[in-house]
């Protein structure tokens, strides 16, 4: 590592490293939720189980199989919960992602209020922090987001690498999120996992309720029929295939907040999210959840994928999904996505009192500050330490950049485009130019 990289994050870097000691020391005592997902400091998760438990977890990585084990946060100690293996592309056995059910063995023992977590290895990502921005975007885009802190993790008290602490999205989120009556076991709303198989991109698969059964995974009411668990989502899916144009709107806005799902998309879009709704290997990484009324809104997850590429088009993919396309052909839902760009580019501009910088930029510069001493110590981190600032580095520039460039583009689009046309073409000499005005 250069001298200068940890010059340049000195007194930063102290800052985290000072946050870390004042955890361990047992100066945070506060044991609630908002602590264990306190993103503000370096979290320590500690779990005991069987060594020969732990091995084999590691050696059969590809299989769900649970494992008992002791839980410790923050002086707070939950026995006997679950522990398996997590993550689709991302799973390995050096190290492994984790799912913590925590009344997997005892039935209704919650910690903290929670039914269950993840800990999320990130091996995807050198920096554990596109995910986290990602999620406190749409956050502050007043969109349900999980909640994420970064951890280390201590299994048998040995250091076993920096993860990023998950909440799960289930009854325990939705009840946050929505209300308890959405969240009751038999008359609450239906929530599904999108489980990515094939490339798909909402196109209509017929009257048969099976191939969305495939698809789409129920979290709650699962032992309901799979008339009541599909036969909604076969006739949104239809409705957005099959209504005539002049209805479109007000035909699928019978099944989905649409301004909603506008704004999902600008996240996504501002984000430059390559693997989310109109990713390259078609939709991923979302939950469905279906209200108690019949509407349903989408559910972000597994944002690893984002902050790809600075000068990526605010229209890339946007033709491939079905939904996402016959929307953006409707003038109140187009200008729906461009207003929400445009709040996505004032919030990742906004300074602080004390700091001109915009929020986006101080939040990586702030997360990655933070989870530095995590990952120098983490002993199976599959990037160098090299590999981790370079791609800080390019994730600072990212987020000084970005808004100029969206701005650009919603201009471009505002003022009429040739049906084709490319919004970011005329607008990456604006990145030069923004360079020059970054410190």
């Not at 370096?42 to 002791?70: C, F, G, H």
């Not at 190290?95 to 925590?102: H, I, Q």
């Not at 990456?428 to 005005?437: N, P, Q």
Request: aromatic fraction near 10%; charge should be negative.
């Amino acid at each position: 590592m250069s001298a200068r990289r940890w010059i340049g994050r000195g007194p930063r870097l102290l800052l985290g490293v000072m946050a870390v000691w004042c955890a361990s020391a047992g100066i945070a005592l506060a044991q609630d939720q908002d602590a264990f997902f306190n993103d503000a400091v370096l979290q320590d998760v500690r779990i005991v189980m069987s060594s020969r438990d732990w091995q084999t977890l590691k050696a059969r990585a590809a299989e769900n199989t649970y494992y008992p084990a002791d839980l410790t946060w923050n002086g707070v100690t939950v026995r006997n919960v679950g522990i398996r293996s997590r993550g689709g592309s991302t799973r390995n056995g050096i190290k492994p992602g984790l799912r913590v059910d925590v009344n997997r063995y005892l039935t209704d023992q919650e910690f903290l209020g929670l039914k269950a977590f993840s800990l999320d290895n990130m091996f995807s990502d050198s920096t554990l922090v596109r995910e986290p921005a990602t999620m406190k975007m749409f956050e502050r885009m007043q969109l349900p987001a999980v909640r994420e802190a970064h951890a280390r993790l201590f299994v048998n008290n040995e250091y076993v690498g920096a993860y990023v602490i998950l909440e799960a999205i289930d009854r325990t989120f939705i009840e946050r999120h929505f209300g308890a009556e959405e969240a009751q076991v038999e008359r609450g709303g239906y929530l599904f996992e999108y489980e990515w198989a094939a490339p798909y991109f909402l196109d209509y698969l017929g009257s048969g309720l099976e191939p969305y059964a495939a698809l789409f995974k129920p979290q709650t009411r699962a032992t309901d029929s799979i008339v009541n668990l599909y036969a909604p989502l076969e006739e949104m899916i239809r409705t957005i295939n099959e209504s005539a144009d002049d209805d479109f709107a007000a035909a699928v806005g019978k099944h989905l907040d649409l301004n909603l799902f506008m704004k999902y998309l600008a996240v996504e879009s501002f984000m430059d999210e390559s693997d989310g709704i109109v990713g390259a290997e078609g939709m991923n990484n979302f939950d469905l959840y279906r209200f108690r009324n019949g509407l349903s809104q989408f559910l972000p997850k597994d944002k690893d994928g984002s902050l790809a590429s600075l000068d990526d088009s605010i229209t890339v993919r946007l033709d491939t999904n079905v939904l996402v396309r016959r929307a953006m052909k409707v003038p109140a839902l187009r200008e729906a996505y461009l207003s929400a760009l445009r709040q996505c580019i004032a919030l990742a501009g906004e300074p602080a009192p004390d700091d001109q910088r915009g929020w986006l930029e101080r939040e990586v510069e702030r997360q990655t500050t933070l989870v530095t001493p995590a990952i120098a110590d983490d002993p199976v981190f599959p990037y160098s330490i090299d590999d981790f600032l370079g791609t800080a580095d390019l994730l600072i520039v990212f987020a000084q950049r970005r808004g100029a460039f969206v701005d650009c583009q919603v201009a471009q689009m505002e003022q009429g485009l040739e049906e084709g046309a490319d919004p970011a073409a005329a607008c990456r000499g604006v990145i030069e130019l923004a360079s020059r005005r970054s410190p």
